[in-house]
């Protein structure tokens, strides 16, 4: 099975679940060739560097049911996709400015058959809702990316760690989180992976008021 590396990390996965994530390789491989949304050299390491790399944030936060989330900039549909696979019960909002790459998303959401995806073409800055949590994968710097969503957190927590930005990021972030002056946590998901491709990539928390 191309998926069996998620399922060596996530080992309570149901059927369906296992199924959903073994179909991503070919529905994105066959997207791919219509509109690259993957490197077309990377698309052999769909489950490393995209799957496996997305499902980061969930070893960092684990999501309640009926929370919500935004995707931001979430292109083909990472972190957004594999994180609804895993969290069934949980709300996911993606959105991305380019309009062919929320065409992607929608397709493969609908194939897998996730209820809990809404996808949209629509810039950060113009969304109304408020969500529990805000994730993405270096889109921008962070400050600017603060600036982008800032005030679309839900009031109330629902988990144990305040809403905020879940944003997976690598290499030396030093004077990217100095610059955007807000507090902040880092993990190392070479803490949770063994895979070099982790040896960098971080998932950086900071809450929002």
């Known amino acids: 099975m191309r998926s069996a590396i998620i399922q060596h990390y996530f080992s309570e996965l149901t059927a369906n679940q296992q199924k959903q994530f073994e179909a991503l390789y070919d529905l994105y491989a066959d997207w791919n060739e219509k509109i690259n949304v993957i490197s077309r050299k990377d698309i052999d390491n769909l489950y490393i560097n995209h799957v496996l790399h997305s499902l980061g944030i969930a070893k960092v936060q684990t999501f309640l049911p009926d929370s919500s989330i935004l995707d931001v900039g979430t292109g083909g549909g990472f972190p957004g996709i594999p994180l609804a696979i895993l969290f069934p019960e949980v709300q996911f909002h993606l959105v991305d400015s380019i309009g062919k790459k929320i065409t992607v998303v929608k397709e493969v959401s609908q194939a ?98």
């Open 112 to 209: 897998l058959g996730l209820k809990n995806v809404k996808a949209e073409q629509i810039r950060a800055e113009q969304i109304n809702h408020q969500y529990d949590f805000i994730v993405s994968r270096a889109v921008t710097r962070l400050k600017e990316f603060y600036g982008w969503i800032h005030r679309k957190t839900k009031k109330q927590n629902r988990h144990e760690r305040d809403n905020g930005i879940l944003y997976l990021k690598g290499g030396d972030l030093d004077e990217e989180l100095n610059e955007l002056k807000r507090p902040y946590q880092v993990y190392d998901l070479s803490e949770y992976f063994k895979e070099d491709f982790f040896e960098t990539k971080k998932v950086v928390f900071v809450p929002l008021p």
